[in-house]
């Protein structure tokens, strides 16, 4: 069942919101092992729930193990050919994450500094594009909006916290202000 990876995946979110571990671990297991069944080794989804697994990770604090699982999405992706901007926005920010937790600020400050003109650029309420000779400008989805503008906030509230962990405290005060 396609959506049994995400179900387990929401049991874990859930148990770890709600403080009861028992069992995280092997929950956790269980929707990578049913997305691999499910989607096969080599797809998107299954590198999706990859990705999910890691965040999950990130907000229990096994930072080592997230960023295991995210090289794993980053190989499945690049072997399907889908490592699209977007795929590698996310997974930047939570190997950001995993990174200043782990106390590596300077690779992460790294990471980000070079997703920043992504980011940026996705948070924007219209977008310019070329089609043909003419360059035309088209308004993203209303539903899309909240989720760049999001991104985006987090892409800066990560890079602040990894100027504030790294001890450099004007940094971070100019990047919480921005």
């Known amino acids: 069942n396609t959506y049994m990876p995400g179900v387990y995946i929401r049991e874990a979110r859930i148990n770890l919101a709600s403080g009861v571990l028992d069992n995280f671990d092997k929950t956790l297991n269980t929707a990578l092992t049913s997305g691999m069944s499910t989607f096969g080794e080599n797809s998107e989804s299954y ?67 070079s997703m920043d003109s992504y980011f940026a650029a996705r948070a924007v309420e219209k977008e310019t594009f070329v089609e043909g000779a003419s360059i035309k400008t088209q308004r993203v989805p209303d539903a899309e909006i909240p989720k760049r503008y999001s991104d985006y906030g987090k892409f800066l509230t990560l890079t602040a916290n990894a100027y504030s962990k790294k001890g450099s405290l004007l940094s971070a005060d100019s990047a919480f202000k921005a």
């Open 47 to 113: 590198a999706s729930t990859l990705i999910d697994v890691a965040e999950i990770y990130n907000e229990y604090g096994h930072y080592r193990l997230s960023r295991e699982y995210l090289t794993k999405a980053k190989e499945v992706l690049s072997r399907a050919n889908q490592l699209t901007g977007y795929s590698k926005g996310r997974i930047a920010l939570l190997e950001a994450e995993a990174m200043t937790g782990e106390g590596l600020c300077n690779e992460a400050l790294e990471l980000l500094k």
